[in-house]
């Protein structure tokens, strides 16, 4: 086995077993992990505790309990957290914490169904002024307070400015192993690079940082050849289940970028220098760009995606629209006439965590390679 091979083995073997992660670290240093929901949130302040941050992004799972207290049309992703909530999955989290971006997020600590006491908060939606900051500020100091109280910590601000250098290490790591995978695509497929960039919501930022920076060490010593498939750059919410992304592999389908909630918006923006941590991580939320979550009047997602596909060459835009997410279903139009505009090619596939079959998307997929 090479060492590429070796280093993506066990960033894989995380990213399919977070139970497994938290038990080890907590093995480790005592202390257990807090879960931090969809979509953004300032894990630094976790990670400040000495608890591990861990994503919880639902998965694949038959739902049957959740529609009690969802509706039908709740999104895919809320619907397997709830069924995972009611069958204690997320028992042992020492603290939930929830954002509010859309209706189904809103109320969703109120729903919580499971044992670990939840903090939910709310980002400002409007973020071009003075006001939003000093929201946030409030908004994570109350996240702050919650956190000391429940976990009988205290969080200096030395503890957080620290937990800030080592997620933007981590930021610019990512940024530029994705860019590394543009240029090696034969070497690393939709499947391992999901897996890469999954097992950072589940791992020690630093340790994940230092994987990925070997990784690409590795990865780097090889030759760049003329890639013979199709290249693509994925937006949506998430291109889960695998299933998925072996469908693009199968294909011979390269991700080349994406601008996925669960992938790359999640370290394309750095926290700002500062001294105060809290102002520092509230300049991080309105420095944000192109997100169906955070709003800006200007739009200015399409023409962003429209740039990644001329910087990494691709071939087309695969747009996986999570099942009933509003926001993602509002920028959908808007980010077409951009496409149209730039004649860029793009495919709609609908994402749904509990889907079984693939045979659809499959045979969407493959007419889309054809056309191409
Ligand atoms: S996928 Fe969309 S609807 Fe579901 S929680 Fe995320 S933002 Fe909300």
Redesign the pocket.
């Known amino acids: 086995m090479s060492k590429v091979d070796t280093i993506i083995a066990e960033l894989e073997a995380i990213s399919k077993n977070p139970k497994k992660a938290m038990d080890d670290f907590k093995a480790k240093t005592g202390k257990g992990a807090v879960g931090v929901l969809?979509?953004y949130a300032p894990e630094e302040i976790v990670y400040a505790t000495g608890y591990l941050p861990i994503g919880v992004w639902g998965g694949k799972k038959q739902i049957s309990k959740a529609a009690t207290y969802l509706p039908a049309f709740a999104?895919s992703?809320?619907q397997s957290i709830m069924e995972m909530e009611i069958d204690g999955v997320y028992d042992e989290l020492a603290a939930v914490l929830i954002s509010s971006?859309?209706d189904?997020?809103k109320c969703f600590g109120q729903k919580w169904k499971g044992k670990s006491p939840v903090i939910q908060f709310v980002h400002s939606q409007n973020r071009n002024i003075e006001a939003s900051n000093t929201f946030m500020v409030e908004e994570y100091k109350v996240i702050r307070e919650k956190l000391e109280k429940i976990l009988g910590v205290t969080i200096t601000d030395e503890a957080i400015n620290n937990a800030i250098e080592i997620y933007n290490e981590n930021r610019a790591v990512m940024r530029m192993f994705s860019d590394v995978v543009a240029m090696y695509p034969q070497i690393i497929d939709p499947i391992k690079r999901h897996a890469v960039i999954k097992a950072r919501q589940f791992m020690d930022k630093a340790e994940h940082t230092k994987m990925v920076r070997e990784l690409i060490a590795e990865i780097m010593k090889e030759a760049v050849v003329p890639y013979k498939g199709k290249k693509i750059v994925l937006t949506g919410?998430m291109a889960e289940p695998d299933e998925l992304l072996d469908v693009f592999k199968e294909f011979d389908i390269a991700v080349v970028a994406d601008d996925l909630?669960q992938e790359t918006r999640q370290f394309r923006t750095d926290v700002p220098a500062g001294t105060d941590p809290m102002e520092r991580l509230a300049k991080q939320w309105q420095n944000m760009t192109a997100c169906s979550?955070a709003t800006d009047r200007d739009k200015p997602r399409g023409q962003f995606i429209v740039d990644l596909v001329k910087k990494h060459g691709a071939d087309a835009v695969i747009i996986c629209m999570?099942k009933?997410?509003?926001?993602?279903e509002y920028d959908y139009p808007i980010m077409l006439e951009d496409f149209e505009k730039a004649n860029i090619k793009n495919l709609k596939i609908e994402i749904d965590q509990q889907s079984v079959s693939m045979e659809q998307i499959r045979t969407r997929v493959q007419s889309f390679v054809e056309m191409m």
């Open positions: 969809p979509v999104c992703i809320m971006p859309c189904t997020l919410i909630a979550l999570m009933f997410c509003d926001p993602e």
